[in-house]
Nanobody, 128 residues
């Protein structure tokens, strides 16, 4: 699976951005798709994920109420709508996918252990 992410950029605090990530192939067969982010000197952290078949969404506490993850199954694409952006949201955002093997373990997914494929990071910069 190859992941193609887009939509990053520079925005003022309080503004909005939408990230997109398209998975290659005719039909995505993983358990979930999601987003992680990383800033220099810090570990990659979970942001949001969506269970591909159920549509159930999961969010990090730091983005709840501000970010919305959604999917378009026909396009094998996941979106991250980011509103009310804060300077602390500045990071490289990575799209994540899995191979659909085994069972979906949310705890492992939060840690990134359940991710098999990573997209190239797209940079989001929020100015104060």
């Amino acid at each position: 699976v190859q992941l193609q992410a887009s939509g990053g950029g520079l925005v003022q605090a309080g503004g909005s951005l939408r990230l997109s990530c398209a998975a290659s192939g005719r039909s995505y067969g993983g358990w979930a798709m999601g987003w992680f982010r990383q800033t220099p000197g810090k570990e990659r952290e979970f942001v949001a994920a969506i269970h591909w078949s159920r549509g159930t969404t999961y969010y990090a506490d730091s983005v709840k109420g501000r970010f919305t993850i959604s999917r378009d199954s026909a396009k094998n694409t996941v979106y991250l709508q980011m509103n009310s952006l804060k300077p602390e949201d500045t990071a490289a955002y990575y799209c994540a996918a899995d191979n659909g093997m085994g069972r979906f373990d949310l705890g492992r997914y939060y840690r990134g252990d359940g991710v098999n494929y990573w997209g190239k990071g797209t940079l989001v910069t929020v100015s104060s």
